[in-house]
């Protein structure tokens, strides 16, 4: 679906709309050097920068975004490390609408719950992070005070019911751990329905990882808040 922006006088900024892979690629090639720069390692950069080229091919959303917010989007995510690859959850590219530009879209790097886990993960304190969803029919049991601690049991077989709550635990290396949960009508209340994007998104018809990839995002929302005590 054609996202359609508002009107006015100022005049539109280039995007990669109706660009095949090559001209994309041509567009891009100019940033190799300081992806090269970021990442230390041109084999990296290269593998990189031509997997955000298919990645904008491939996204009909994205390519009706701004070329100057696609790429600052891409080179914001090479300082991160992490990956765009959509499979593995670790960064996404959103479009969103600026009213700024008459309407104009442009691409906002979103980190997502693997990408947060690992970022977390390159300190030299946490040894291991997860975070779960808990539904209605699982067996799920929170301790808080002097012994806190998180028993769940997730059903196996058949239907789990409704999603009730998520959270997340950061294993450190010394043995110890910590945790927090969150119910799903705060994750919905206080997170998604705050995020720009997503409100966004729902005026104006198109997708953001809030609708095709929910569980992951309600994972994350675990995880940014155990960020802020871990």
């Not at 670790?90 to 700024?100: E, G, I």
């Not at 709550?165 to 997170?191: N, P």
């Amino acid at each position: 679906k054609r996202l359609n922006g508002g009107k006015g006088k100022t005049k539109a900024l280039a995007t990669f709309e109706e660009m095949d892979s090559l001209k994309i690629e041509k567009s891009m090639q100019p940033y190799l050097p300081r992806v090269e720069s970021i990442l230390q390692d041109s084999t990296a950069a290269g593998k990189f920068l031509h997997t955000c080229i298919n990645i904008i091919a491939g996204n009909q959303q994205l390519q009706q975004c701004t070329q100057r917010s696609i790429i600052g989007g891409v080179l914001a995510c090479s300082m991160t490390g992490l990956s765009l690859i959509k499979q593995l959850g670790q960064a996404h590219l959103v479009p969103f609408r600026n009213r700024d530009l008459n309407g104009q879209y442009e691409a906002q790097l979103i980190i997502g719950y693997a990408g947060y886990a690992e970022l977390m993960l390159r300190t030299d304190r946490i040894a291991a992070i997860d975070a779960s969803i808990v539904y209605s029919r699982d067996e799920f049991d929170v301790r808080e005070g002097t012994e806190q601690r998180i028993v769940h049991k997730p059903l196996l077989r058949g239907d789990r019911g409704e999603m009730v709550l998520t959270y997340a635990v950061a294993r450190y290396k010394d043995g110890t751990a910590k945790f927090v949960w969150m119910s799903i009508d705060d994750v919905y209340e206080f997170h998604r329905d705050r995020s720009q994007g997503y409100k966004s998104a729902e005026k104006h018809g198109y997708t953001t990882p809030w609708h095709t990839d929910e569980a992951a995002m309600i994972k994350k929302t675990a995880v940014i808040e155990l960020r802020k005590f871990a």
